[in-house]
């Protein structure tokens, strides 16, 4: 535990102006993040005597071991700053709001040729219009199912598409009349985008247009004795109708706000959001944290406002923002929200009539979900913590393992024999610090010498960095980037667990008492009995089987067994999909495609003469020479088989995917985020946190 006045700056050196501080701790880490109006007196209030400190302020000075500050011009670029360092470091103090769920919305994706409407999830992507978000997809589901009747707007895949329009032939929805088929012509472009923006302005609230449209032709087709036309609109317009039911008028004069509710105690808080658009309820969204600062529910809001807005621009920030309480100082929030919109935005707090009736409604929602969020919080807290104790008593350990690191081997019978990395924390996963191994020192299969292999190579990498930084100089620590940023294997873990029995462990403890490593406990946990081994002893650890530790090793074990073998197929289907083209230096993904688009198939390439080459735009001379000297090279691949005919298929018939255009997402001879490091050690790779599992640790 550090002692604050230990790095207290002196109170010359603070700058009496706006600025953006962070806490550090004794590895460089970020730990917190804040803002200030007057950075001098904001910092000197962290530096009193701790026994006047809030118990969480009283824990992050003891826990820093320095601090920085950035000055700007004003209170609206500190608030900026502020949220995008919250963004980038993920500081352990700082409020942080978890989202229990990916909220799916409604999208028209306007940046196409021929708009297409879909359920959504995660970012938004330039272009397209949304609407929600909405509690499930159903629910989607169901209201565009009754909007195709009026707005029969196209929601195939890219692929049905392409496919209708190969065969001249629509999909069911193009013959029951809920698309206007584009695909087919029946329809220009010109006018499936008119259909789609229409389908926009009434999802966006303006419905009464549309209705009214349909009302008269409906009473002109009856007059004029066109009755079935007549009954169709009748039921175009109960379509519409109970679309719009489906949301309820909350605001009667049309309002476009979203109202924000917050409930707390000491420990936790959970944010609701009710987003209206047109005085109707379009999505409902919550979040919980825990108050790991001393924070106030002014200071709440203003981090859900932050979380909400940080990313949205133009209409997606609404007009009105109702608040249960106005963060201090008011200004520079509404100024930043205001101009994230383009537009002026009110932030208040509803005081009387159906704005005030609403945002109870809301806080009525924010309890239920704190109350539902406790129930849980309290068993997994419990559990977890019941978990640690029990795997660090039957390990003999002095502490519960607070940081868990798994590795496991996987290949299929010898080939691309790959190594995964999992990390647990406090009993729950790190996915952004997961890695990725190839293993490189031998061939074939032998999964006690990969991992003597791997485990060799992710501790040689952190003593490297620390013999070669100096584990105090000059106040760096080994373990971070000069920015904060945690290096590749940058913390040693408490406990190494490896899936497989006592010669999996042996190896793994004889790696580390290679480098001198002995503050680091192994174990390892065999899938037959499920028995956890440890060096040098003859018999097994049985933990009983309703044991919450045994169970949090099997799932740290299965998580890095399903890691390693998702890498593993990943890396043996781009070996399956490799091309000729994939040798020549130089040639990227856009480039092997217009060679196939231009001539058609491989074979058609192959026989190609190097000026044929040369008129694909831009391929020059040295590059066509190279692709001519590696498909030379290339034996000519077996042929393929219609499985459903037996008849052999010409190169011309197969898919252009025979090129290799697919791109490696996890490359073999570099760190995807990280600079190289030493020799024999480039092939560990970090994982990107966010992206699906399939994804994860993809160049970006």
Request: proline share 6%; glycine share 8%; charged share 30%.
């Amino acid at each position: 535990m550090a002692d604050p006045s230990s790095y207290r700056p002196r109170p010359g050196q603070i700058p009496d102006s706006p600025g953006v501080y962070k806490f550090r701790d004794e590895h460089r880490r970020v730990i917190y993040v804040g803002k200030a109006k007057s950075l001098r007196q904001r910092l000197a209030n962290y530096f009193q005597d701790l026994a006047g400190l809030h118990p969480r302020t009283r824990t992050m000075v003891t826990t820093a071991a320095s601090v920085e500050w950035t000055v700007v011009s004003t209170e609206v670029e500190a608030l900026q700053l502020e949220y995008s360092w919250i963004k980038e470091f993920d500081p352990r103090f700082n409020v942080k709001y978890r989202d229990d769920k990916s909220y799916p919305y409604l999208a028209v994706t306007m940046n196409e040729e021929f708009p297409r409407v879909q359920v959504m999830r995660g970012h938004k992507r330039k272009g397209v219009r949304y609407f929600g978000p909405y509690g499930h997809a159903w629910a989607i589901r169901d209201t565009v199912d009754l909007l195709l009747r009026v707005f029969p707007v196209r929601t195939c895949s890219a692929g049905v598409f392409k496919n209708a329009a190969r065969t001249g032939r629509p999909c069911l929805l193009g013959y029951i009349g809920k698309c206007s088929a584009p695909c087919v012509d029946r329809v220009s472009a010109e006018e499936h985008r008119d259909l789609a923006e229409e389908f926009c302005d009434f999802m966006a609230g303006r419905t009464g247009t549309y209705i009214r449209r349909l009302e008269r032709r409906m009473t002109d087709a009856a007059e004029e004795m066109e009755y079935e036309r007549a009954a169709r609109l009748r039921d175009d317009i109960g379509a519409l109708k109970k679309a719009m039911e489906k949301s309820a008028v909350v605001l009667a004069d049309a309002t476009d706000a979203d109202l924000i509710a917050v409930a707390e105690d000491e420990l936790e808080a959970a944010v609701q959001i009710f987003h209206v658009r047109g005085g109707r309820v379009r999505g409902q969204r919550g979040w919980v944290t825990d108050k790991v600062e001393a924070v106030t529910t002014a200071g709440l809001v203003e981090h859900a406002l932050q979380q909400l807005y940080g990313e949205e621009t133009g209409d997606s920030v609404p007009k009105e923002v109702l608040v249960p309480a106005l963060p201090e100082p008011t200004e520079p929030v509404q100024q930043w929200l205001t101009e994230r919109r383009g537009s002026n935005v009110s932030l208040r707090i509803p005081q009387r009539g159906d704005k005030k009736a609403l945002m109870e409604t809301v806080q009525r929602n924010a309890l239920q979900a704190l109350g539902l969020h406790k129930t849980k919080r309290a068993s997994d807290l419990t559990t977890r913590s019941r978990a640690l104790e029990e795997i660090a008593d039957a390990l003999e350990l002095d502490s519960a393992p607070l940081r868990i690191e798994c590795y496991d081997i996987s290949h299929l019978q010898g080939d691309d024999v790959v190594a995964s990395m999992v990390v647990f924390e406090d009993g729950l996963q790190r996915k952004g610090e997961y890695r990725r191994f190839q293993i490189k020192g031998f061939e074939g299969q032998d999964d006690v010498r990969s991992m003597h292999e791997v485990i060799t190579r992710r501790f040689r990498r952190y003593i490297a960095e620390k013999e070669k930084t100096g584990e105090w100089a000059d106040g760096e620590s080994p373990l971070t980037e000069e920015d904060g940023r945690p290096k590749r294997f940058a913390y040693p873990p408490q406990l190494v667990v490896v899936d497989g029995g006592r010669p999996q462990v042996a190896a793994a403890k004889r790696a580390l008492d290679e480098l001198g490593i002995d503050d680091i406990a192994v174990c390892g946990l065999a899938k037959r009995l499920e028995e956890v081994w440890v060096p040098q002893d003859e018999d097994p650890v049985v933990l009983p089987r309703s044991s919450e530790g045994l169970y949090l090793l099997q799932r740290v074990r299965d998580e890095a067994h399903r890691f390693a073998i998702t890498y593993q197929r990943t890396k043996r289907a781009k070996r399956f999909r490799a091309s000729p083209l994939d040798e020549v230096p130089g040639l990227g993904d856009t480039r092997k495609q217009a060679l196939i688009k231009h001539f058609g198939s491989l074979k058609r390439l192959r026989a190609a003469t190097i000026d044929q080459i040369c008129e694909v735009p831009g391929i020059g001379r040295k590059t066509a020479e190279s692709i001519a000297v590696a498909l030379a090279r290339a034996a000519a691949p077996a042929p393929a088989v219609n499985t459903a005919t037996g008849e052999i298929m010409e190169d011309e018939e197969r898919e252009p995917a025979t090129t290799g255009s697919v791109t490696e997402p996890f490359p073999a001879d570099e760190d995807s985020s990280r600079e190289p490091g030493p020799a024999g050690d480039s092939t560990e790779e970090p994982v990107t946190a966010g992206a699906s599992d399939e994804r994860r640790g993809q160049e970006t």
